[in-house]
């Protein structure tokens, strides 16, 4: 049986897939920057968009320091997308490249961003090796290879039983003509995809004859930041001529080469980055959810608090916030176990050494709160299992503490003797006395 993770909207109760849909079936333009890791999905997320692309351009800078020119693999792809799908719950679509190799390479890249958690899916008609579309040199394989990927892509969906946003791209603006790009997507409008985009379209004459195609069709913008081949239109101008979906794949990711540049020539200098451009510690914690983490975590400590039983392997169940507070302020235990240390057939039993094994060791352990964890009562022959139950004595030797306490006494001892009396690295104080 194959297992198949699917991203859901946590707010709709839907598949990314479907949320994504209802979003095209939306009126207005709707902007989408590109993601490179988990950690940039989910401050698209905390900002309020209502999808993200995960950009094959910003995935390979970010994971390989490295240009997008064919050097990520599938797998390094999938990888990633795994990972921001599972950081976020709004529609992430994902840069599938030219699918990775032929048409079953294709097919296989479909599903496995399927199990990946992706809404939607990018397969572009480059060939290999590919690269982003802005730059030069770029090839395109031919019409019938490039209408087969689409179907593939198609295919592999309904193969799956899944749902997947196909988005069919072409760069035959730039490697053919603009006839030729135009009539690329009424070919893939015609086998069933589902978003429509020519990358490094030169004009907004341009954009909108690529918008008078399949008009029932969404179409899928491209607003590369910083001096691409498309004019920069806002989300208005841009639904005016006819988008559905606004891309911004260099955003991100270029903003953090630069705030990371400035930050380490700070360093270098012997300053801090300004304040202005450093968040606070409690930001950061804020932004990585760690307030909530603490919060929930609370519902899964341990109190210490052992139950009536001389089976010592089930002392560590959690206890809820209700029992503890219906149990006796004071409980005291008494742990019977089922052996006394060998030690005691060694020692000379006139010696003052030879009544401790008879006798009972308490251990205390007191909260930072003042709420008591622990009272329990164990024979002093039971050294070797003491830390399953207060993991705080692991590394302390009380055979040598009993020894000491023996040869104090001269065969009397004190009952009640305090062995022990510290505070463990939880802020727990743990104390020992010999009864």
């Known amino acids: 049986m194959v297992v198949v993770r699917a991203n859901t909207n946590t707010e709709v109760g839907l598949s990314a897939a479907k949320v994504l849909r209802r979003i095209l079936q939306s009126p207005g333009v709707e902007p989408g920057p590109s993601c490179f890791d988990a950690l940039s999905a989910k401050l698209i997320q905390q900002a309020g968009f209502k999808f993200c692309f995960m950009s094959g351009f910003s995935v390979s800078a970010a994971r390989l320091g490295l240009p997008d020119v064919g050097l990520i693999s599938y797998g390094e792809m999938r990888d990633q997308g795994y990972q921001i799908t599972e950081a976020v719950s709004i529609p992430v679509i994902g840069d599938g490249d030219n699918g990775y190799g032929n048409h079953m390479s294709v097919k296989r890249t479909v599903k496995g961003y399927i199990k990946a958690g992706f809404a939607g899916i990018i397969i572009e008609d480059q060939d290999s090796p590919k690269a982003c579309g802005h730059t030069q040199g770029r090839k395109v394989v031919s019409r019938e290879e490039a209408l087969l990927r689409i179907k593939a892509a198609i295919d592999a969906r309904e193969e799956s039983g899944l749902d997947i946003v196909i988005v069919a791209r072409t760069d035959a603006r730039q490697a053919v003509s603009l006839e030729e790009a135009l009539w690329r997507v009424q ?155 060998n030690d005691q057939e060694a020692d000379d039993q006139k010696g003052p050494f030879s009544g401790i094994w008879s006798r009972s060791l308490r251990v205390k352990i007191i909260a930072s709160d003042g709420f008591e964890k622990l ?16 993991p705080g004595l692991g590394g302390v030797n009380l055979k040598a503490m009993l020894y000491e306490a023996a040869n104090e006494g001269n065969g009397n001892h004190q009952r009640g003797k305090k062995l022990l009396d510290f505070k463990d690295r939880m802020g727990d104080q743990i104390q020992v006395f010999l009864e």
């Not at 004459?205 to 195609?213: G, L, Q, Y």
């Not at 009272?375 to 207060?390: K, M, S």
């Open 187 to 341: 070919a893939f409008a015609d086998a069933g995809a589902d978003v429509l985009f020519i990358d490094a379209l030169a004009s907004k004459e341009e954009m909108r004859a690529f918008c008078e195609i399949s008009p029932q069709v969404p179409k899928m913008a491209n607003m590369l930041e910083g001096g691409g081949k498309t004019p920069i239109l806002n989300p208005l101008e841009l639904e005016e001529i006819g988008y559905k979906l606004a891309c911004y794949p260099l955003s991100l990711i270029a903003v953090s080469i630069r705030a990371m540049q400035d930050a380490l020539k700070a360093i270098k200098s012997g300053r801090l980055p300004p304040p202005g451009s450093l968040p606070s510690f409690e930001e950061v914690k804020e932004t990585l959810g760690l307030p909530a983490y603490y919060e929930e975590e609370k519902r899964y400590r341990t109190t210490g608090y052992l139950p009536e039983c001389g089976n010592l392997s089930n002392i560590s169940e959690a206890a809820t916030q209700k029992e503890r507070d219906e149990r006796p302020s004071s409980p005291v235990v008494e742990v019977l176990t089922p052996y006394v240390s």
């Open 375 to 390: 009272d329990v009562r164990i024979p002093a022959g039971f050294l070797e299992g003491i830390t399953n139950i207060v």
